[in-house]
């Protein structure tokens, strides 16, 4: 007669209070494991929730600085821009940028900062500042390589300025000025000497943009090799 399996007869209750003992066995044996398990998921929950809620409140305090120095800006008073007004009512860009850069806010203020800088002609600064964008926003992303390029530009660094408007009408089909960004591109791979390269631009210019008011200021770049 085949033997019968250890398990015959038990009942369903059976088997969960088994699964009961030897949990609470493990338990026993494992508790400070367990407590230091458990603790260090509250933790790393507590972390995670406290890092979003800062990072918010980082980019609206940001946002509310930024609003207060948009005026400012935009009337030309750079250097006020950049250190705030006598009032105190605006602590300017470069408060915002040391305090809140990491936020997107505070990306904005880096490309309006290094904007700034490049105005007063300090491209040093400008440089900095341009290349510490790491916000998601593509319009100030292809902005802040279109700077680098002016930067470069400035400096008589043709090669270098028109590779990076390169990059900046490729970050996104969505910025409206990438027919822009390579009309600059084919003025400086031109100043550059860079025939080759100047060519397939005013072919990309002609093809992706045909009804760009550019074209019609390309023909003095356009070797028609």
């Given at each position: 007669?085949?033997?019968?399996?250890?398990?015959?007869?038990?009942?369903?209750e059976?088997?969960?209070?088994?699964?009961?003992?030897?949990?609470?066995?493990?338990?026993?044996?494992?508790?400070?494991?367990?407590?230091t398990?458990?603790l260090?998921?509250?933790?790393?929950?507590?972390?995670v929730?406290?890092?979003?809620?800062?990072?918010?409140?980082?980019?609206?305090?940001?946002?509310?600085?930024?609003?207060?120095?948009?005026?400012?800006?935009?009337?030309g008073?750079?250097?006020?821009?950049i250190?705030?007004?006598?009032?105190?009512?605006?602590?300017?860009?470069?408060?915002?940028?040391?305090?809140?850069?990491?936020?997107?806010?505070?990306n904005i203020?880096?490309?309006?900062?290094a904007?700034c800088?490049?105005?007063?002609?300090?491209?040093?600064?400008?440089?900095?500042?341009?290349?510490?964008y790491?916000?998601n926003?593509?319009i100030y992303?292809?902005a802040?390589?279109?700077?680098?390029?002016?930067?470069?530009?400035a400096r008589?660094?043709?090669?270098?300025?028109?590779?990076?408007?390169?990059?900046?009408?490729?970050?996104?089909?969505?910025v409206?000025?990438?027919?822009?960004?390579?009309f600059?591109?084919?003025?400086?791979?031109?100043?550059?000497n860079?025939?080759?390269?100047l060519?397939?631009?005013?072919?990309?210019?002609?093809?992706?943009?045909?009804k760009?008011?550019y074209?019609?200021?390309?023909s003095?770049y356009?070797?028609?090799?």
């Amino acid at each position: 007669m085949a033997k019968l399996g250890k398990n015959v007869g038990k009942t369903h209750e059976d088997k969960l209070m088994n699964l009961y003992y030897k949990s609470t066995e493990y338990y026993e044996k494992n508790k400070n494991r367990v407590y230091t398990i458990a603790l260090s998921i509250a933790v790393a929950v507590a972390l995670v929730f406290f890092y979003f809620n800062y990072k918010t409140r980082n980019n609206e305090t940001a946002g509310i600085e930024l609003s207060k120095v948009r005026m400012i800006y935009a009337n030309g008073s750079f250097q006020q821009a950049i250190n705030g007004d006598s009032l105190g009512i605006s602590k300017g860009l470069l408060y915002i940028v040391d305090n809140y850069g990491s936020s997107e806010n505070g990306n904005i203020a880096k490309v309006m900062l290094a904007n700034c800088y490049y105005y007063l002609r300090d491209f040093n600064n400008a440089e900095k500042y341009y290349k510490e964008y790491s916000g998601n926003n593509d319009i100030y992303k292809a902005a802040s390589y279109a700077g680098l390029a002016s930067v470069y530009e400035a400096r008589n660094d043709f090669s270098n300025a028109a590779k990076y408007y390169i990059q900046a009408s490729s970050t996104s089909k969505m910025v409206t000025n990438n027919d822009e960004y390579l009309f600059y591109a084919i003025k400086n791979f031109s100043l550059a000497n860079d025939n080759e390269t100047l060519k397939k631009t005013i072919k990309e210019l002609k093809k992706d943009y045909p009804k760009s008011k550019y074209i019609g200021q390309i023909s003095r770049y356009d070797t028609g090799e």
